[in-house]
């Protein structure tokens, strides 16, 4: 078994920043690929960023430049460094993990921006 713990949710005002990281633990064989997904009220959960074993990284549109993904393979670990942070940006942020070809995902942790 596999699962992905987070944190680092919570309020922020509107320019401010916050670090979330999601560590994998258990039967942990190879990670292919690892995510951030946020899910706001009435919204689809859409992807924000990823990041692949070998450091290949993409980003959603609206968070370019302000958002960097990142991970340390010996920790099995991916963190969301959030920059600039808006209102728009407020959502459930959810961790993502393709691990030994089966797909986990965290419990979910509020984001709250401010104005």
């Known amino acids: 078994q596999v699962q992905l713990v987070e944190s680092g949710g919570g309020l922020v005002q509107a320019g401010g920043s916050l670090r979330l990281s999601c560590a994998a633990s258990?039967?942990?064989?190879?990670?292919?690929?690892m995510a951030w997904y946020r899910q706001a009220p009435g919204k689809q959960r859409d992807l924000v960023a990823r990041?692949?074993?070998?450091?290949?990284?993409n980003y959603a549109d609206s968070v370019k430049g302000r958002f960097t993904i990142s991970r340390d393979n010996a920790k099995n670990t991916v963190y969301l460094q959030m920059n600039s942070l808006k209102p728009e940006d407020t959502a459930v942020y959810y961790c993502?993990?393709?691990?030994?070809?089966?797909?986990?995902w965290g419990q979910g942790t509020q984001v709250t921006v401010s104005s």
């Open positions: 993502y993990g393709s691990i030994a070809a089966r797909i986990y």
């Open positions: 258990g039967t942990i064989f190879s990670i292919n690929v």
């Open positions: 990041i692949t074993n070998g450091g290949t990284t």
